[in-house]
């Protein structure tokens, strides 16, 4: 049964600070893997989205990167701002189906 | 461009009571989710709809109901409200399998 985890459950930086949010899974048989942002009361925005296929995605100051072999993707964020504060959370499709598992998410504090 | 949008934003209910939560996309996806957001769980799937007129159970689809009424909508029915289904509850649209999920804000729902 897959299995995503997410550590640190909370993250609290300067700004202008580079950070690597962790995502691990334990089934390497997946189609795509998937990162999101989640402000308060809201719902999810998707961030990167990775192929199986591929070993990294970016958009604008956000990096993603996948290496399924060990079960890791990493989410980096350059030079972070206050606007990034949000809880960021990472979803692995597993092969051949359309369901989603999602870690519980790092909550990321960026101060001022 | 509204995205995803479900109805109600809030609601409580008595156990026992019955409703229905609704979700429609104007984005011309093919595919629709239905999540629970339970704290410490992350996302779990209740439902989904590869296609119009087809619907498959998630990982937790006990207590529920959906209907795929047409490519827009993606509706949600709890027959008969248990403590146990208080949570946040998302709807969720994708183009195809592999594409991105796009997200709605949401519908608190409490069953006392």
């Known amino acids: 049964k897959q299995e995503v985890t997410q550590i640190p459950a909370a993250l609290s930086v300067p700004e202008g600070e580079n950070l690597v949010l962790n995502c691990s899974f334990t089934?390497?048989?997946?189609?795509?893997l998937q990162w999101f942002r989640q402000d308060p009361g809201k719902g999810l925005t998707s961030l990167l989205l990775?192929?199986?296929?591929?070993r990294e995605q970016t958009s604008g100051r956000l990096n993603a990167s996948l290496d399924k072999s060990s079960g890791r993707s990493t989410l980096y964020i350059a030079a972070s701002q206050p606007g990034d504060s949000a809880t960021y959370l990472c979803?692995?499709?597993?092969?051949?189906?359309?369901?989603?598992?999602f870690g519980t998410g790092t909550r990321l504090k960026v101060l001022a | 461009n509204a995205g995803v949008t479900q109805t109600p934003k809030f609601q409580v209910l008595k156990t026992g009571q019955s409703m229905t939560l609704q979700c429609a996309q104007d984005m011309n996806h093919n595919s629709m989710y239905w999540y629970r957001q339970d704290p410490g769980m992350g996302l779990r799937l209740i439902y989904y709809?590869?296609?119009?007129?087809?619907?498959d159970k998630g990982e937790v689809p006990n207590g529920y109901n959906v209907s795929r009424l047409n490519k827009r909508e993606f509706s949600l029915r709890l027959e008969s409200a248990a403590p146990s289904q208080t949570s946040v509850y998302f709807c969720?649209?994708?183009?195809?399998?592999?594409?991105?999920?796009?997200f709605g804000n949401g519908t608190r729902l409490t069953v006392t």
């Open positions: 089934d390497s048989a997946i189609y795509n």
């Open positions: 709809s590869a296609s119009e007129g087809t619907t």
């Open positions: 979803a692995v499709q597993t092969s051949g189906t359309y369901k989603y598992i």
């Open positions: 990775i192929q199986s296929s591929q």
């Open positions: 969720a649209s994708s183009e195809y399998r592999e594409s991105p999920l796009h």
